[in-house]
């Protein structure tokens, strides 16, 4: 029987860590067990892999089981697996060389998995039972904490909400939930208190637009903007969304001005570390991933878990675990909001998701952007799912809904466009892209004169070629500059381009230097997806297209849009 053997690896800049263990007995033959984990949980899978490798059941039909954990920031390992299927998201970056993607990767949240798989459908792993909890917390540094009742007061989100838009003295700050499971989970709790009305949107803006002012791309930036002496808390940062595991470590460290981890209600979902199976593994590696994860099961994984802050699934401590001041014994929290039980649930939260990250996008990646207006006839159907407004009215709502989030630092343009506007011309442009510091009012009015010609068709080719060349003749580098288009119908337009024409125009207009996203909104069941398709595929630069079968629900669709737009230069 030959020793256990043990080896830590550091690939890259010593941003990964890998921790491998053969196991004790000699056998056979060998599989290799590939494990990618959040950094903080990765030390206790490690301890659990340990001691189920020096055991005898460490074999997989009497071969044995190599197991090598990596530890790897969500966001990088999220980019790399999308990058390994094929698709991008937004904001994020993989890992440099080839996407190299593990057998089993344990994420600190079910948000990455669907994240990645709403960009691609392959991406179905398996079993992603949560194998830890942490739950999201308000952190506060104490003495704000205690100035709100802390912690005999129990504070809601809503007390949140009416701070950052109150106009008091709470500087609030987060990690880029592009980037971060906890500020995304924050701000997912936020827009719930905030409502769907047009009220709670601009409710919803302001707090967006107050946390943005302080945001951090890594979570340890953030942390070292909390206060350190008692001057310092009149001035730093006084409030964000972090895991509870975050202000254990942040208070291990015994700092002047410790953190309050303040459990707001509703409880919102907690990070819950999710044992997801890759779609690739093969079956002898799926049965090693399967006796690992009930390993993680046991008793001696709990209290390593306790040993790193983190509680069990459910919310279980193991030996040692000393919650914060406050906690609930079992702190509550939602169901998690990737591992609902029907693909329905999932497409739904999702959707919430990308939705509330087409929000911060808009506030935080300020662009240019052109909006083009279908006006043809058909604008005037009626949409019974929005009390009979007319497809122009909904666009318009909806329209005008999204300029609200986007501030000062963007510019707008905007056309309209049906048949013979301008003479035989499709398009009429109405407002040149204009920063929005000094074209606001002059835009909001411009949305309201959008009336559709009551017998025009839709000269859609030839206003996508002159948008797009318009936005690329006046290109700006640091930003996304893009063309948004709405239409409800198929071109119809006598005398004007064809498809392949406009194809082929277009991809010779293409510069890589000057990179222009073409962004379609079908609006109805008429559009053609195929045709809406080949435009934008001959735009590149990441253009899109995005269908709201209900026109009444062309809001959501316009946020998902921005949440996936890319291309800044």
Same mark, same amino acid.
Request: glycine letters at 10%.
């Given at each position: 029987?030959?020793?256990?053997?043990?080896?830590?690896?550091?690939?890259?800049?010593?941003?990964?860590?890998?921790?491998?263990?053969?196991?004790?007995?000699?056998?056979?033959?060998?599989?290799?067990?590939?494990?990618?984990?959040?950094?903080?949980?990765?030390?206790?899978?490690?301890?659990?892999?340990?001691?189920?490798?020096r055991g005898k059941d460490a074999q997989v039909d009497?071969?044995?089981?190599?197991?090598?954990?990596?530890?790897? !920031?969500?966001?990088?390992?999220?980019?790399?697996?999308?990058?390994?299927?094929?698709?991008?998201?937004?904001?994020?970056?993989?890992?440099?060389?080839?996407?190299?993607?593990?057998?089993?990767?344990?994420?600190?949240?079910?948000?990455?998995?669907?994240?990645?798989?709403?960009?691609?459908?392959?991406?179905?792993?398996?079993?992603?039972?949560?194998?830890?909890?942490?739950?999201?917390?308000?952190?506060?540094?104490?003495?704000?904490?205690?100035?709100?009742?802390?912690?005999?007061?129990?504070?809601?989100?809503?007390?949140?909400?009416?701070?950052?838009?109150?106009?008091?003295?709470?500087?609030?700050?987060?990690? !880029?939930?592009?980037?971060?499971?906890?500020?995304?989970? @924050?701000?997912?709790?936020?827009?719930?208190?905030?409502?769907?009305?047009?009220? @709670?949107?601009?409710?919803?803006?302001?707090?967006?637009?107050?946390?943005?002012?302080?945001?951090?791309?890594?979570?340890?930036?953030?942390?070292?903007?909390?206060?350190?002496?008692?001057?310092?808390?009149?001035?730093?940062?006084?409030?964000?969304?972090?895991?509870?595991?975050?202000?254990?470590?942040?208070?291990?460290?015994?700092?002047?001005?410790?953190?309050?981890?303040?459990?707001?209600?509703?409880?919102?979902?907690?990070?819950?570390?999710?044992?997801?199976?890759?779609?690739?593994? !093969?079956?002898?590696?799926?049965?090693?991933?399967?006796?690992?994860?009930?390993?993680?099961?046991?008793?001696?994984?709990?209290?390593?878990?306790?040993?790193?802050?983190?509680?069990?699934?459910?919310?279980?401590?193991?030996?040692?675990?000393?919650?914060?001041?406050?906690?609930?014994?079992?702190?509550?929290?939602?169901?998690?909001?990737?591992?609902?039980?029907?693909?329905?649930?999932?497409?739904?939260?999702?959707?919430?998701?990308?939705?509330?990250?087409?929000?911060?996008?808009?506030?935080?990646?300020?662009?240019?952007?052109?909006?083009?207006?279908?006006?043809?006839?058909?604008?005037?159907?009626?949409?019974?799912?929005?009390?009979?407004?007319?497809?122009?009215?909904?666009?318009?709502?909806?329209?005008?809904?999204?300029?609200?989030?986007?501030?000062?630092?963007?510019?707008?343009?905007?056309?309209?466009?049906?048949?013979?506007?301008?003479?035989?011309?499709?398009?009429?442009?109405?407002?040149?892209?204009?920063?929005?510091?000094?074209?606001?009012?002059?835009?909001?009015?411009?949305?309201?004169?959008?009336?559709?010609?009551?017998?025009?068709?839709?000269?859609?080719?030839?206003?996508?070629?002159?948008?797009?060349?318009?936005?690329?003749?006046?290109?700006?580098? @640091?930003?996304?500059?893009?063309?948004?288009?709405?239409?409800?119908?198929?071109?119809?337009?006598?005398?004007?381009?064809?498809?392949?024409?406009?194809?082929?125009?277009?991809?010779?207009?293409?510069?890589?230097?000057?990179?222009?996203?073409?962004?379609?909104?079908?609006?109805?069941?008429?559009? !053609?997806?195929?045709?809406?398709?080949?435009?934008?595929?001959?735009?590149?630069?990441?253009?899109?297209?995005?269908?709201?079968?209900?026109?009444?629900?062309?809001?959501q669709i316009f946020l998902q849009a921005i949440a996936?737009?890319?291309?800044?230069?």
């Amino acid at each position: 029987m030959s020793a256990a053997t043990a080896s830590l690896v550091v690939i890259g800049a010593g941003s990964w860590l890998g921790y491998q263990r053969l196991s004790a007995d000699d056998c056979a033959g060998q599989v290799k067990l590939d494990v990618a984990a959040a950094t903080e949980i990765a030390g206790a899978v490690q301890a659990a892999a340990d001691e189920w490798t020096r055991g005898k059941d460490a074999q997989v039909d009497g071969v044995c089981v190599k197991v090598g954990v990596t530890a790897v !920031d969500p966001a990088v390992a999220a980019a790399t697996i999308a990058a390994k299927h094929g698709v991008g998201l937004s904001g994020l970056k993989a890992a440099p060389g080839k996407p190299t993607v593990p057998d089993v990767w344990i994420p600190d949240s079910s948000t990455w998995l669907l994240r990645v798989g709403g960009e691609a459908p392959g991406f179905v792993p398996t079993d992603n039972t949560p194998v830890a909890e942490s739950p999201v917390v308000l952190a506060m540094p104490a003495p704000v904490a205690q100035q709100l009742g802390w912690p005999a007061r129990k504070l809601k989100w809503q007390d949140l909400l009416a701070q950052l838009t109150g106009g008091n003295s709470l500087r609030p700050g987060i990690v !880029d939930p592009i980037r971060d499971a906890a500020g995304l989970t @924050g701000l997912l709790a936020l827009g719930g208190a905030a409502g769907s009305d047009e009220a @709670g949107t601009q409710k919803k803006v302001r707090a967006l637009r107050g946390l943005a002012a302080n945001t951090s791309s890594i979570r340890q930036d953030l942390l070292e903007k909390f206060p350190r002496t008692a001057e310092e808390v009149t001035t730093g940062l006084s409030a964000a969304p972090l895991s509870e595991e975050d202000v254990l470590a942040y208070n291990s460290n015994k700092p002047p001005i410790p953190l309050a981890a303040l459990y707001l209600d509703p409880a919102p979902a907690a990070l819950n570390y999710p044992f997801a199976v890759m779609p690739e593994v !093969d079956a002898q590696k799926a049965a090693a991933a399967a006796a690992l994860h009930q390993a993680l099961r046991g008793t001696t994984f709990l209290n390593a878990l306790a040993t790193v802050g983190l509680r069990g699934p459910g919310g279980k401590t193991g030996a040692g675990f000393t919650p914060p001041t406050g906690a609930p014994a079992v702190a509550a929290s939602a169901p998690a909001g990737a591992s609902p039980g029907t693909a329905a649930a999932a497409t739904q939260a999702a959707t919430a998701i990308t939705q509330l990250l087409g929000s911060w996008a808009a506030i935080t990646q300020p662009g240019r952007v052109l909006a083009v207006f279908d006006i043809s006839g058909s604008m005037l159907k009626p949409v019974p799912t929005a009390g009979n407004l007319t497809r122009a009215e909904v666009t318009k709502r909806a329209a005008a809904q999204g300029l609200q989030l986007f501030d000062d630092r963007w510019a707008i343009g905007v056309w309209f466009f049906a048949t013979d506007l301008v003479g035989k011309q499709a398009w009429q442009p109405k407002v040149p892209i204009t920063p929005l510091s000094s074209g606001r009012t002059k835009l909001n009015d411009t949305l309201n004169e959008m009336k559709p010609k009551k017998n025009g068709d839709t000269g859609l080719y030839d206003t996508a070629l002159a948008a797009y060349k318009n936005v690329q003749d006046g290109w700006q580098a @640091g930003r996304v500059n893009s063309v948004i288009l709405f239409t409800d119908g198929v071109n119809e337009n006598d005398g004007g381009l064809e498809l392949n024409d406009l194809v082929a125009a277009l991809k010779k207009a293409r510069n890589a230097d000057k990179p222009v996203r073409v962004v379609i909104i079908g609006i109805g069941p008429e559009v !053609d997806r195929n045709e809406l398709k080949a435009i934008s595929d001959a735009s590149g630069s990441a253009s899109g297209v995005f269908i709201a079968e209900d026109p009444a629900k062309i809001n959501q669709i316009f946020l998902q849009a921005i949440a996936t737009r890319t291309g800044a230069s």
